[in-house]
């Protein structure tokens, strides 16, 4: 409280509490005048607070009076203080708001004696400047007529200058006055002078003309002193010699002049971006390829169009070796004679690969047309197909043709030619799967003598089917387009699923048998088809492939939840894994079936077997030899048939799931049927473990080297049965105490039991199964 009066007399400001207590105050002022009464209740109640009942306590009645004049003087004083500070404020705003709105009125005045003054300016002042405008506006359009005219005069001087270089041979002035009239008509493509850009087109097409056939004309001469082209295979080197060097020199020479020209042809040909491609941008020819290229137009044309017996759609195969017949015996000569030249000129072009470029813009022309003119000619069209990856192949391996310049490919890509290649795979596909099922020797395999190439046993339709599929991969293996891609991958996915269904028709079928050779066949069938998805979904185009199907959202994709497509865009998947889930699920199925024939088999044999007098075996001190078990000897011998004819006629990996299945089938039969139903003494278990150690378990032997771990309860059963005496019966109070304890305990058992038959060799058995066992011992006392 100090503090804040303390500040509040600093500030000459009251505080609220302080304003509360002068309007409180006051307000009891003016009640205690109006009414007597409530002024006497009020000061009682106050000395009733403030004394209380204690008598004594009136002598502080003093210092109370004397306390409240002082509180009442300081709220006067402060009263007095607002009351005289607030006033002089608002006075000073409201003087320093109407000196403000004083000079804004005058300011406004002054504004409009300005406006008023400009607009009478401007009035006066508007004839001349509709005058001045007229004359601007005549000297503007004086100007722009003076430019024309130059412009005019600057076409006819170099004009007259291409004349007067022409009539004195000087080739290269003429050359860049054509230059220059070619610069100004590319300045006029947005100057709107629409006649005299046709008048400078129509002179530059002129004299461009007569140069460009003076040096043709030259060039040509030239190159028939050269023996171009070239229509046989060279047989000399065409290094320059003594006797041609005037010839070279002539050539080194035009072929720069034409070079040189290449801007002004470009102009006057209006040549669009080249149509070989449907996205790259490719510049035009030089003009000196150009020139050359001419003969062998002519010859494509003269035997490939029209009527001439070459003309052929049946026979696509002539001009395409034809052309790459040029390309190869005329690429010496573009290397040796043409190349030096087009890198002395600048030229950043390999004279190679515009020749290239040159015949292919023919060959292209004749596909188009042609592939046009057999889309209802299947045999042909395939015919076609072929050729033309053919010549891709080759041009790109043998001529070194650049991967980003267009061949024939995109030509394939049309959507009415690429419809058609879809339909025409699909169909020869189907029709070679028939006759490659229904051929004699479908599932027998063309590599069953050569065993370390057989590892598979791939029935030959298999194989053949397989090899149809690869093929198809690598037709469209080079298109440039991975959407085109994607649909060959689903009409590839489409025959391996009719395949497949194929393949259940036929096993359902031989399932009455399924240890013949064609079942087995049909088994091995699946497995090598399931194997090389496999490996083709790790393939690194197959690869490539799925990344563009994420990105491109395919079709392929639709079905798919995002959890699975994720798994394709992070490469955890393939494409393949629905095709392989189905033909996993029709292997194990046959599987499954293999093994319940065999099993049934083998368990007919097995009954004498399950069925013998254990009890009454003899101890085995009491013989001499042991042997097998006459009982025995049919199983043994169903089981060992058996496992060498699937071992002959299946896989080694499906081999390899055939042999681990038949053990653990055969493993809890012989469990379940022979040990578990009979009692034994103690030559009858020796005689089972001999019967197992000795005869079943090399049976697998062959094939593993514990086959004894494949089985377990078994092997646990005979060591629980052999066990001596005391060492059985001790075990089998220990393990009925730990039962007892449990069941008393509510199963918190001690874990000594599985730690004693685990030092027995005992880790499959649970100590109630072993008990089991226990019991079925003859020798022990009933307990």
């Known amino acids: ?18 304003l509360k207590h002068i309007y409180t105050t006051r307000q009891c002022s003016e009640s205690f005048s109006t009414d007597s009464g409530e002024m006497q209740e009020f000061v009682v109640d106050f ?58 009125q005058d300011l406004l005045q002054r504004e409009q004696l300005i406006s008023n003054t400009l607009h009478q300016h401007l009035q006066e002042a508007q004839p001349w400047m509709d005058n ?61 002078c629409s006649h005299l850009q046709d008048f400078l087109r129509e002179t530059l097409h002129f004299w461009h003309k007569i140069i460009k056939y003076r040096l043709s004309s030259d060039f040509e001469e030239v190159l028939t002193q050269l023996h171009w082209p070239i229509i046989s295979p060279p047989t000399q080197s065409l290094t320059p010699t003594a006797t041609c060097q005037e010839t070279n020199t002539q050539l080194d020479l035009l072929v720069a002049q034409l070079l040189a020209l290449q801007t002004s042809d470009d102009l006057i040909s209006q040549r669009p971006v080249s149509s070989a491609g449907p996205s790259s941008q490719v510049p035009p020819l030089r003009l000196p390829i150009q020139i050359m290229l001419v003969p062998l137009s002519r010859r494509f044309r003269y035997h490939f169009f029209g009527n001439r017996q070459t003309n052929s759609l049946s026979k696509p195969e002539w001009y395409l070796t034809q052309v790459l017949m040029w390309m190869g015996n005329n690429a010496t000569f573009m290397e040796e004679k043409i190349q030096p030249i087009l890198d002395r000129a600048g030229a950043a072009i390999s004279a190679r690969v515009e020749l290239c470029r040159g015949l292919l813009s023919l060959v ?57 290649w879809l339909t025409v795979e699909k169909k020869v596909a189907v029709e070679k799967m028939d006759a490659m099922l229904s051929a004699e020797g479908a ?45 060959f991958l689903a009409l590839q996915k489409e025959l391996v699923d009719d395949f497949r269904i194929r393949l259940t028709q036929v096993m359902k079928e031989e399932s009455r048998c399924p240890l013949s050779a064609r079942y087995c066949a049909i088994l091995n069938a699946v497995n090598y088809i399931s194997t090389i998805l496999t490996d083709w979904g790790d393939n690194v185009f197959f690869l490539q492939l799925q990344q563009a199907a994420v990105s491109l959202g395919d079709e392929t994709l639709q079905g798919l939840g995002v959890m699975e497509v994720g798994r394709l865009a992070s490469l955890e998947g393939s494409l393949f894994e629905g095709l392989l889930a189905l033909l996993d699920r029709l292997k194990g199925d046959m599987m499954g079936r293999l093994l319940d024939w065999t099993m049934r088999e083998i368990t007919g044999k097995a009954k004498p077997y399950c069925h013998d007098r254990w009890l009454s075996v003899p101890s085995q001190y009491d013989q001499t030899i042991m042997s097998l078990s006459s009982s025995a000897c049919p199983m043994m011998q169903c089981v060992s048939d058996r496992l060498l004819n699937l071992h002959q006629v299946l896989s080694f990996s499906l081999f390899q799931l055939a042999w681990q299945g038949l053990a653990e089938r055969l493993d809890n039969f012989l469990y379940q049927e022979v040990i578990l139903s009979n009692h034994f003494s103690d030559g009858g278990a020796a005689q089972l473990q001999f019967d197992m150690t000795r005869n079943l378990f090399p049976l697998f032997g062959h094939y593993c080297k514990r086959p004894e771990n494949f089985f377990k309860q078994v092997k646990e059963a005979y060591i629980i049965l052999c066990l001596n005496v005391g060492s059985a019966i001790l075990l089998r109070n220990l393990l009925k105490e730990s039962e007892e304890e449990s069941r008393n305990y509510g199963g918190m058992g001690d874990p000594l039991p599985e730690s004693a038959l685990n030092e027995l060799g005992v880790y499959c058995l649970a100590p109630c199964d072993v008990l089991i066992l226990l019991n079925l011992r003859a020798s022990l006392p009933v307990h």
């Open 1 to 18: 409280m100090a503090a804040t009066t303390v500040l509040e007399k600093a500030t000459n400001i009251p505080s609220e509490h302080s």
């Open 47 to 104: 000395l009733g607070k403030e004394v209380g009942s204690d008598l004594k306590a009136l002598k502080n009645v003093g210092e109370l009076l004397e306390k409240l004049s002082e509180e009442n003087n300081a709220l006067e004083e402060q009263v007095l203080t607002v009351s005289s500070s607030v006033p002089p404020k608002v006075s000073a705003a409201l003087s320093a708001a109407e000196e403000a709105r004083c000079s804004l």
């Open 132 to 192: 001045l405008s007229q004359t601007l506006n005549q000297v503007d359009t004086i100007e722009r007529h003076m430019k024309y005219l130059r412009c005019l005069q600057h076409v006819e001087e170099l004009s007259d200058t291409i004349q007067q270089c022409l009539m004195t041979s000087s080739i290269w002035e003429a050359i860049r006055a054509v230059d220059s009239m070619a610069a100004l008509d590319a300045g006029l493509d947005h100057s709107g």
């Open 364 to 420: 292209q022309e004749k596909v188009a047309s042609d592939a046009s003119k057999l889309l209802y000619d299947d045999a042909l069209f395939c015919h076609l197909v072929e050729e033309v990856l053919q010549f891709e192949k080759e041009l790109r391996s043998n001529h070194s043709y650049p991967a980003a310049l267009p061949g024939l490919l995109h030509l394939l890509l049309e959507d009415a030619v690429l419809q058609k």
């Open 443 to 487: 599932w027998s395999s063309q590599y069953k003598d050569i065993s370390d190439v057989d590892e598979l046993k791939a029935p030959d339709c298999a194989e053949t089917f397989m090899t149809l599929l690869q093929v198809i991969t690598e037709r469209y293996r080079a298109l440039p387009c991975p959407s085109a891609q994607l649909k």
